[in-house]
C-alpha cells in the first residue's frame, strides 16, 4: 500500500467512530453538579429553617415567661337559654368550662360536648358541683334561645346555654380569640361554621386559668381542673388561718 496509508488505518483501531469517553464522563458531571446544587439548597433551607423555628420557639419561651398566661377573657353581655341579659358577672364566685360552637354542628360540638359534660361529672365526683359548664353558640342567626335550651339539655343539665345578637357573639368571641366564619350557604339555614375547637376554663374571680385543646380527653381536663381548684382551696384555708391569728393577736393586745 501506498506509504501511511495502512498506517492511518491501523491507527483508527476497532474503537473508530466512538465518542470520547471523556464527553460521556462531562456530561455525568454537569448532571452532578446540577443535581447536588439542588441537594445542597434544600439542605441550606432547612436549615435555616431549623434555626428560625429555634429562634421563634425562644421569643415565645421568653414573651411566656415575661408575660405569663395568655390574655383571653374579659367582659361580655349575652343571652341566657330563658332568653334573658346575663354578663361576666352573674358568674362571679363559679369556676366555669367554657366551650364556643353552634347547635347545627353535626359531627366536632356533639363530641366536644360530651367531653365537657364528663369532664364536669368527674370534677363533680372528686370534689363537688364547682365546676359551671358554658356553651356560647357562633351562630346567632340560628341559634336562638330555645334552640340553645333544647341543645344543652342534651348533655348535662347544669350547662349554662348562652347566645345573643350578632355583635355580642362576636364581642365575646373576640375576648377569648376565638376564630369562626359561615362555610358555603346552601341557603339562610343550611351552613355549616369552621370554629375553633377549645374549651376554656375560668376561675371563680372571672380571670382565665387555661385553655384545653381537641386533643385532651375529659380526664386529662378534670385532672388540671381539680389540681386549680384544690390548690385555690388551700390558699383560701391559708388566708383563713392567717386571719384568724391576726385576729387573735388583736384581741391579746
Not at 360552637?101 to 365537657?116: L, S, V
Request: with cysteine.
Amino acid at each position: 500500500p501506498p506509504d501511511g496509508e495502512g498506517e492511518g488505518l491501523h491507527g483508527l483501531g476497532p474503537n473508530a467512530g466512538e465518542l470520547p469517553k471523556g464527553a460521556d464522563n462531562v456530561q455525568f458531571t454537569w448532571k452532578s453538579a446540577i443535581f447536588t446544587t439542588f441537594v445542597c439548597g434544600g439542605v441550606l433551607w432547612y436549615y435555616e429553617y431549623l434555626i428560625r423555628r429555634k429562634q421563634e420557639e425562644g421569643r415565645a419561651v421568653t414573651k411566656q415567661e415575661y408575660i405569663g398566661k395568655p390574655k383571653l377573657g374579659g367582659p361580655f353581655e349575652l343571652l341566657d337559654r330563658q332568653g334573658k341579659p346575663v354578663t361576666e358577672k352573674d358568674f362571679l364566685g363559679q369556676y366555669l368550662l367554657i366551650y364556643f360552637g353552634f347547635t347545627f354542628c353535626p359531627d366536632i360540638c356533639p363530641q366536644e360536648m360530651e367531653k365537657q359534660t364528663r369532664a364536669v361529672e368527674l370534677i363533680d365526683q372528686a370534689i363537688g358541683p364547682v365546676v359551671t359548664p358554658v356553651f356560647i353558640s357562633v351562630d346567632p342567626t340560628r341559634d336562638d334561645p330555645p334552640q340553645v335550651d333544647d341543645y344543652c339539655k342534651e348533655f348535662h343539665p347544669r350547662i349554662v346555654g348562652l347566645t345573643g345578637t350578632p355583635e355580642q357573639v362576636k364581642a365575646v368571641s373576640r375576648a377569648y380569640r376565638v376564630y369562626f366564619n359561615e362555610g358555603i350557604k346552601n341557603s339562610e339555614k343550611d351552613y355549616l361554621i369552621d370554629h375553633s375547637i377549645i374549651h376554656y376554663f375560668v376561675g371563680k374571680n372571672g380571670k382565665f386559668v387555661e385553655f384545653f385543646g381537641k386533643n385532651m380527653t375529659a380526664v386529662e381536663i378534670a385532672a388540671s381542673m381539680k389540681k386549680t381548684i384544690l390548690e385555690d382551696q388551700e390558699k383560701a384555708r391559708q388566708r383563713k388561718a392567717r386571719r384568724g391569728v391576726e385576729s387573735a393577736d388583736g384581741e391579746e393586745e
